[in-house]
């Protein structure tokens, strides 16, 4: 059974920084391409930024290249997205996001909430 569980969200000000994690389980991690989704209220779930399996290529929304990383410990089968300078645009719940050809797996989301 496939599992992937978010964590690291919380409360946070402008301006401040969150790592989120999500550990996978009960798949051979490294042959999958990784990637965050973010949902804010009343609209839509978005990329945020992906990974492809072996690591060597990133993509980035507009709205957080240069703020956002996201990458992958193979040994602890865990992709994390370091977010820096965050703004309240940036409030939404996170999602941890697995694919490889027709297998997609989600995570449970995590809530991030930037503001003052």
């Known amino acids: 059974q496939v599992q992937l569980v978010e964590s690291g969200g919380g409360l946070v000000q402008p301006g401040g920084s969150l790592r989120l994690s999500c550990e996978a389980s009960?798949?051979?991690?490294?042959?999958?391409?990784m990637s965050w989704y973010r949902q804010a209220p009343g609209k839509e779930r978005v990329l945020v930024a992906s990974i492809t399996n072996g690591g060597s290529s990133t993509n980035y929304a507009s709205s957080v290249k240069g703020r956002f990383t996201i990458s992958t410990d193979n040994a602890k089968n865990t992709v994390y997205l370091q977010m820096n300078r965050l703004k309240p645009e940036d409030t939404a719940v996170y999602y941890c996001?697995?694919?490889?050809?027709?297998?997609?797996?989600w995570g449970q989301g995590t809530q991030v909430t930037v503001s003052s």
């Open positions: 009960g798949l051979t991690f490294s042959t999958y391409a």
């Open positions: 996001h697995a694919f490889r050809f027709s297998a997609r797996y």
